[in-house]
């Protein structure tokens, strides 16, 4: 189990080094420069085209090998420096800082909620099985689950707010609102991160609540289910410990890595919202070929994903004893 | 309702049944071989899979989108700038654009239906990647086992661990691939890994069977094995994985036409639902969400049809459902029962 553990933890910063390095050498190939599209940009803002020169000429600097500019990014990354971002004119890691709350917040609030929903509703129709409602709710989860979280969302912003003006459609608060412990601060930003959530929550419900129906269909025809009845045990201690424990856990890989897919997934989201995460940054510094800001989202998403599936890996044999972490199989 | 079927379809193909029986691979010709594969890959969860209602719900709607993509192409003009009266509304003149127009004058429901074609290579393109390519890893990870198996899982846990969504924005913006084809494979660039890493545990199980076992004792090469004994035993789990992979390519491929990361040349609903979509908050009024409608029911009902393959297959696959093809029990809600008596306790 030691050697195990750090194997494991061995890997995981070996893949976060890999990744890395490999979206450094992947995102000088995308053509035309931060120059070019700062170029671009006073082209299109009407600028006097002999300022435009003078604008470009101060932001030249001596072309360094790719593989210097690798070295000092890593040395600097060691000491907490991502760089600056040439976009925003701002250090990254500021913009970081400032947005990666806000998606944390929308997107782990909603894979919390979706799991919640899906379990409580899954053990029902699996309860049910056969009635009317599991089949009003299984048709209702499939239907949902074919509509793409953005496409909801472009129909929420639509409606609900362009329509009916009932939600924000874009921004994370309100213009006035001061970040703070307060009510009228925390509410606003509920208000606003409310469609987000909601557009994610009811398009990935339902085929989470399909497997916990199956998960639970299966529990409940096993013999040891049958061995707590008939020692009298009740029906809520079956239901709880015996029925939704073992359904829940064939899930819970599922729910970590689920959790860093709906992060990256937030360069959509946050698109049809404006609203300013780490995904609508990551759109931001493509678009405007900002190296630094994008190899800094790059590097936030990445250690998002390998540090939930490392402790997914690592926590699923205390859940679930049976599991023996990290056994090597014979070679053939 | 299964024996119907089987019937109707039973003077077509009754020799097949009998060379069916035949099994074993020691002296069949190829036309022989093909035949068995036919049978056992497309005959027979055809048939089961017709008689689950969700399996044939999503077979139509995929047939009716093929129809679209080939015959519906041929038949309904393509869209172009100005070709009918600008702005009109759905139904106002029905035989013009049934669907209305957009603010330039095309049709929309040209436009949605000439997507549908780069769509389904699209799909098939990255469904067929990223199941092949988890299926070749996944199966040579589990059975080969020690140093393969420990190179190529810290290959696929790498490739997991990159964000897909942002990578195949970078791959998309460095490559500007125009070829639907080439789209679908770039989407599910890293697709593959979660699936070759379940795929992996299943053969993990696999391979300590004693069918295996013997296979390899008798020296019978892993490249045999492999595809004789473990491929068919994983084939239902890829299926169903396909379907999943299928509406996974949709998602992502519409996302990013809506993002214009793809190159706009073409027809797409994501480029529909874009345009429409800034209009919608530039004039800020319901005038234009017919044009945001008509790309939605596109998109939505694909990937209905996908989901419901998929969790139609599920059951098609089970053991139990299939053991009603052979007719020898009568028992076919037996599983249903089963699960049932215990809920009426729990109440």
Redesign the interface.
């Given at each position: 189990m030691n050697s195990y553990f750090v194997k494991r933890t061995g890997?995981a910063i070996?893949?976060?080094w890999?990744?890395m390095t490999?979206?450094f050498g992947?995102?000088r190939?995308?053509?035309g420069g931060p120059i070019e599209m700062l170029r671009a940009r006073l082209i299109r803002q009407g600028v006097d085209p002999s300022r435009i020169d003078a604008i470009v000429q101060t932001y030249k600097q001596d072309p360094t090998p790719v593989y210097v500019e690798y070295y000092e990014y890593v040395t600097s990354l060691l000491s907490g420096n991502m760089g600056q971002s040439f976009y925003y004119q701002e250090p990254v890691s500021a913009l970081i800082v400032d947005a990666l709350p806000w998606t944390v917040f929308v997107m782990v609030t909603a894979t919390i909620l979706l799991f919640v929903i899906a379990i409580l509703l899954g053990a029902l129709m699996?309860?049910?099985?056969?009635t009317a409602f599991d089949t009003v709710a299984s048709s209702a989860s499939?239907?949902l689950?074919?509509?793409?979280f953005?496409?909801l969302a472009?129909?929420f912003?639509?409606?609900l707010s362009?329509?009916f003006g009932l939600f924000p459609?874009r921004y994370r608060v309100g213009p006035g609102v001061e970040p703070g412990f307060t009510v009228q601060f925390l509410s606003n930003a509920i208000y606003h991160a409310a469609l987000p959530i909601a557009s994610v929550v009811l398009t990935q419900a339902g085929?989470q609540a399909?497997a916990m129906r199956?998960n639970s269909?299966?529990v409940?025809?096993e013999d040891f289910?049958?061995v707590a009845?008939l020692r009298g045990l009740s029906?809520r201690r079956?239901?709880v410990r015996y029925v939704g424990r073992n359904a829940i856990l064939p899930m819970y890989t599922g729910f970590l890595?689920l959790i860093?897919?709906n992060?990256?997934?937030s360069?959509?989201l946050e698109?049809?919202f404006t609203y300013p995460g780490i995904g609508y940054y990551?759109?931001q510094a493509?678009i405007n070929r900002d190296y630094a800001l994008?190899m800094g989202?790059?590097l936030i998403?990445?250690t998002t994903?390998?540090v939930s599936?490392y402790i997914a890996d690592l926590t699923y044999g205390l859940i679930d004893p049976r599991v023996q972490s990290g056994g090597?199989?014979?070679?053939? | 309702m299964v024996k119907v079927k089987h019937t109707e379809s039973d003077s077509t193909t009754s020799n097949e049944f009998e060379f069916g029986t035949t099994g074993s691979d020691v002296e069949v010709t190829t036309s022989e071989r093909l035949r068995d594969i036919y049978e056992e890959f497309v005959y027979k969860p055809g048939l089961v899979a017709w008689d689950d209602r969700r399996t044939r719900i999503g077979s139509i709607i995929l047939f009716a989108y093929v129809l679209i993509g080939t015959v519906g192409v041929w038949l309904y003009e393509a869209p172009a700038t100005n070709q009918d009266p600008r702005s009109l509304q759905p139904f106002e003149q029905f035989f013009v654009a049934p669907l209305g127009t957009t603010g330039s004058g095309e049709d929309v429901l040209a436009m949605a239906i000439h997507a549908t074609p780069a769509m389904l290579i699209m799909v098939l393109a990255g469904g067929v990647f990223a199941t092949g390519f988890a299926v070749l890893i996944g199966t040579v990870a589990g059975y080969k086992g020690g140093a393969t198996d420990r190179l190529l899982t810290t290959f696929s846990d790498i490739a997991m661990s990159i964000p897909g969504l942002p990578l195949i924005m970078v791959v998309a913006i460095i490559l500007s691939p125009e070829n639907p084809a080439v789209i679908g494979v770039i989407i599910t660039i890293n697709y593959w890994a979660g699936l070759a890493r379940s795929i992996r545990s299943q053969v993990l199980a696999i391979r300590e069977h004693s069918y295996v076992e013997a296979s390899r004792t008798m020296g019978t090469g892993t490249t045999r094995i492999i595809v004789k004994d473990i491929i068919p035993n994983i084939m239902p789990y890829v299926l169903v994985n396909f379907a999943n992979a299928a509406r996974y390519v949709i998602f992502a491929a519409v996302g990013l036409y809506y993002l214009g990361v793809l190159p706009t040349s073409v027809s797409n609903w994501g480029i529909q639902l874009n345009n429409a979509y800034k209009q919608a908050g530039a004039l800020s009024g319901g005038g234009t969400f017919y044009q945001l409608l008509v790309p939605m029911a596109f998109i939505m009902f694909i990937a209905l049809a996908f989901i419901l393959l998929a969790q139609g297959m599920d059951r098609v696959f089970n053991p139990r459902v299939r053991t009603r093809m052979a007719g020898e029990s009568k028992s076919e809600s037996d599983d249903d029962t089963d699960t049932a008596a215990p809920t009426e306790v729990m109440n």
């Open positions: 890997r070996l893949t976060i890999l990744v490999l979206t992947m995102i190939l995308i053509p699996a309860y049910h099985e056969g499939i239907l689950s074919s509509i793409p953005y496409v472009i129909g912003v639509v409606v362009y329509q459609a085929l399909l199956g269909i299966q409940l025809g289910v049958r009845r029906d079956i239901a890595t860093g897919f992060i990256g997934g360069v959509i698109q049809v990551m759109y493509l994008m989202v790059f998403i990445t994903l390998v599936v090597q199989s014979e070679a053939y | -």
